[in-house]
């Protein structure tokens, strides 16, 4: 008795912390489209922007997290219906949308989200990768993650990303994140190229207007007019990248640049130069 008691209270903990998973969900209408990378690529910026659109219900909270869960996907079909709690739309909304970055770099994340939904839309924010690994190490060093300055964190991340196989790593996947060309080919193997929108980080930031644009284009809703630009969660570094880090990382990363040039018909030679 003691044990059901227990065990009932706990489930009454979790019902008043977590209501709307366990309360009837407000709709059955499955989500739309998905802002899917990459992490620190603006995709906080373009999620509030978004939040903005009178014909758009963002989920109650950027990063959901659901299909890079692998305890969700164990064990048969999983449970939608949590995934739809995350979302509240009125009669006014025409389509459904959350962002979770790590969907793009997620190796499974793909396949999980075609079996959900086959048209779903698919918005990448590309950051030159370089900037990008100084970033998210200097969030995770903010959130007191890492111990590890940048350095030592570089020269360490393939065995501390080979302790979390046969999973991928969240946390100090640095470098392994900016390899970009499998990341897309592997969304592609399941979504045709007319459902995946790959844009510039630099270019939301620097001209939100004209992006903006191409996204409501893209999801087939009315323009947003007039936004601000914006940044979101950035962070005040405590010092500047190191010139041996950033050559490191420019050796890093150099045919990766080159190759997703000739992928996307983009021209990045400034990524490699700054």
């Not at 802002?35 to 903005?52: F, H, M, N, P, V």
């Amino acid at each position: 008795m003691a044990n059901s008691f227990s065990s009932f209270s706990g489930f009454l903990r979790k019902v008043i912390r977590y209501p709307k998973h366990f309360l009837p969900c407000h709709s059955t209408r499955k989500v739309d489209f998905l802002i899917c990378g990459t992490q620190k690529g603006g995709t906080s910026a373009l999620d509030t922007y978004l939040r903005e659109h009178p014909e758009v219900c963002m989920a109650d909270r950027k990063e959901v997290h659901f299909f890079d869960n692998d305890s969700r996907f164990t064990g048969g079909e999983p449970n939608y219906f949590r995934y739809h709690a995350y979302f509240s739309p009125r009669s006014s909304h025409k389509i459904l949308g959350e962002a979770t970055p790590v969907y793009m770099y997620w190796r499974d994340a793909p396949a999980r989200i075609h079996a959900y939904n086959p048209s779903m839309k698919l918005i990448v924010l590309l950051r030159n990768p370089i900037e990008r690994a100084y970033s998210h190490w200097n969030m995770e060093r903010a959130r007191r993650r890492d111990p590890l300055a940048f350095w030592e964190a570089l020269q360490n991340e393939k065995e501390r990303c080979a302790r979390s196989l046969p999973h991928q790593n969240h946390f100090f996947s640095y470098m392994d994140r900016g390899f970009y060309t499998i990341q897309l080919q592997r969304l592609w193997q399941f979504f045709p190229k007319e459902q995946v929108l790959i844009l510039k980080s630099e270019d939301l930031r620097q001209k939100p207007q004209d992006i903006l644009e191409r996204v409501c284009d893209f999801l087939g809703v009315s323009s947003l007019p007039n936004p601000a630009p914006r940044s979101i969660h950035s962070i005040r570094y405590a010092a500047p990248m190191t010139e041996r880090e950033r050559e490191y990382l420019r050796k890093v990363f150099e045919q990766e640049i080159r190759e997703l040039e000739q992928l996307l018909g983009w021209d990045c030679s400034n990524w490699l130069s700054t």
